[in-house]
Nanobody, 116 residues
Framework: QVQLVESGGGLVQAGGSLGLSCAASGSIFRGNSMGWYRQAPGKQREFVALITIGGSPNYRDSVKGRFTISRDNAKNTVYLQMNSLKPEDTAVYYC??????????WGQGTQVTVSS
């Protein structure tokens, strides 16, 4: 059974920091690049960052230099450290494989709200 459990969201002022965690089933974590995605109200879900099995990261342009993705292969967990947060970062954040699991499977996500 595929499991993706995100945690760590919250309310923070602009310029603040938050750290997200995602515990994934070992069956999907070990063999895949892992990523973070987000969905803001009224918008489509979008890619935020990924990390390969070997630990190489990649980011969407708008978060480069502010967000850091990492993974702990022993714990089947992927992290997202978010610094210098902006109101436009407000969204529900999800983790998943990259590319995403087929058929589509998502966790409950974790809400990040950045106040101006």
């Amino acid at each position: 059974q595929v499991q993706l459990v995100e945690s760590g969201g919250g309310l923070v002022q602009a310029g603040g920091s938050l750290g997200l965690s995602c515990a994934a089933s070992g069956s999907i974590f070990r063999g895949n690049s892992m990523g973070w995605y987000r969905q803001a109200p009224g918008k489509q879900r979008e890619f935020v960052a990924l990390i390969t099995i070997g630990g190489s990261p990649n980011y969407r342009d708008s978060v480069k230099g502010r967000f850091t993705i990492s993974r702990d292969n022993a714990k089947n967990t992927v992290y997202l450290q978010m610094n210098s947060l902006k109101p436009e970062d407000t969204a529900v954040y999800y983790c998943n494989t990259v590319p995403t699991i087929s058929p589509p499977t998502w966790g409950q996500g974790t809400q990040v709200t950045v106040s101006s």
